[in-house]
């Protein structure tokens, strides 16, 4: 799943929302791809409309 194409944003934003904690560590490939799920899509999802409601931390 490209949860970075779905949600309109650049691959690197979601690794690091990864890195964050913000989604959940995800599994990889044998190649070393993320496998990125549904659950992984719905959590970003959230997210990115807490964001869009209350704004990013500044702390």
């Known amino acids: 799943m490209d949860l970075a ?3 309109g944003l650049p691959t690197q ?3 690091n ?3 964050a904690g913000i989604v ?4 990889r490939s044998r190649t070393g791809y993320r496998d990125y799920t549904a659950a992984h899509a719905a ?3 959230a997210y990115l409309e ?3 409601a209350f ?3 500044t702390s």
């Open 5 to 7: 194409r779905r949600h």
């Open 13 to 15: 934003a979601v690794r």
């Open 17 to 19: 929302y990864e890195d």
């Open 24 to 27: 959940p560590p995800t599994h």
């Open 43 to 45: 959590g970003l999802a």
């Open 50 to 52: 807490l964001v869009s």
């Open 55 to 57: 704004g990013y931390s």
